[in-house]
């Protein structure tokens, strides 16, 4: 059984950082490119970063591009969203996605290529 598990969110003031981890299992991690999304109330998800199987690609919102930063350690089966220079529209539900690539520097936005979803963990920035 596939599962992903999203950790690291809290409350934090504006200008803050946390760091999210998303521990997978029951999957060929190195197989799957991985995603961050979020959806704050009243809003649709939104796509916020994704990294390829091998890390080498990364892809990212305009909205946190240059304040986040998306990792991997394909060892630990674990994907991490460091986040920095946090603002209250940074507030949201975050969630992990696996997406099995074929090739190992392919990203995808597409929150409907992605197979596998966690259950998310609350950011909430004060201002």
């Known amino acids: 059984q596939v599962q992903l598990v999203e950790s690291g969110g809290g409350l934090v003031q504006a200008g803050g950082s946390l760091r999210l981890s998303c521990a997978a299992s029951g999957l060929a991690f190195s197989s799957y490119a991985m995603g961050w999304f979020r959806q704050a109330p009243g809003k649709e998800r939104e796509f916020v970063a994704a990294i390829s199987r091998s890390g080498v690609s990364t892809d990212y919102a305009d909205s946190v591009k240059g304040r986040f930063t998306i990792s991997r350690d394909n060892a630990k089966n674990t994907v991490y969203l460091q986040m920095n220079n946090l603002k209250p529209e940074d507030t949201a539900l975050y969630y992990c996605?696996?997406?099995?690539?074929?090739?190992?520097?392919?990203?995808?936005?597409?929150?409907?290529?992605?197979?596998?979803w966690g259950r998310g963990t609350q950011v909430t920035v004060s201002s």
């Open positions: 996605a696996a997406n099995q690539r074929n090739r190992a520097t392919a990203v995808t936005r597409r929150d409907w290529e992605y197979d596998y």
